[in-house]
């Protein structure tokens, strides 16, 4: 008899490489908060990225982009948080995107599950139409039920650099349940 496993694993992204990001830290906090069946991962290699070359997008691809599309191809779904620059999403992380458009494996982005936080103090809607532009080219599934705006300030960051306002906390587990969700369908 074969065991099905009905893990969901989430693969977190933040947008940012500022060290007391809130969007980093809401996603630490999603670490320790996960539902049962969830097993989430942060990816850490944002700042190792190359910058987007379509000539360099073929075997063997540059480690840090081999790397970056096996995460996301070993994960059920993908929760990203960005903040907004100028006007619209980080050069470093719009890389990243840029670095997923290519992948025609099994497991890309393509019909992957995908949702998003918006943590800024003041919205960041310039940063989210741009990431729903982008997820619309590679094709994922944007999970709107588990998409989530909600204020995130460093006060409400502790010096461990976790999300500590309960409220926040416990609409973050709502938004992963439902990406998990999502997953299993």
């Known amino acids: 008899m074969d065991v099905v496993d009905s893990t969901r694993r989430i693969l977190l992204v933040s947008g940012s490489l500022r060290e007391g990001s809130t969007n980093s830290a809401v996603l630490r906090t999603a670490l320790r908060v996960v539902p049962d069946a969830v097993d989430a991962t942060l990816y850490t290699g944002l700042a190792a990225l190359p910058a987007f070359n379509p000539d360099l997008d073929h075997d063997p691809l540059p480690a840090a982009v ?3 599309r096996n995460e ?12 907004e620059y100028a006007g619209g999403l980080p ?20 019909e992957k599950p995908v949702a998003w936080l ?11 139409e741009s990431l729903r532009k982008v997820l619309g080219y590679v094709h994922a ?6 998409c989530l705006a909600v204020p995130v300030t460093s006060a409400m960051v ?3 650099g976790l999300v500590t306002d309960e409220t926040v906390i416990q609409q973050l587990v709502d938004a ?3 990406l998990a969700g999502a997953c299993a369908s």
């Open 91 to 110: 050069g470093a992380f719009k890389n990243l995107l840029d670095w997923t458009v290519g992948d025609d494996q099994p497991g890309s982005m393509y």
């Open 66 to 68: 081999a790397d970056l």
């Open 118 to 128: 918006n943590v800024a103090a003041r919205g960041a809607p310039n940063a989210h």
């Open 141 to 146: 599934t944007i999970v709107e039920s588990a």
């Open 176 to 178: 992963l349940g439902k």
């Open 72 to 83: 996301i191809r070993a994960a059920d779904g993908v929760l990203l948080s960005t903040p």
């Open 158 to 160: 502790d010096a461990d």
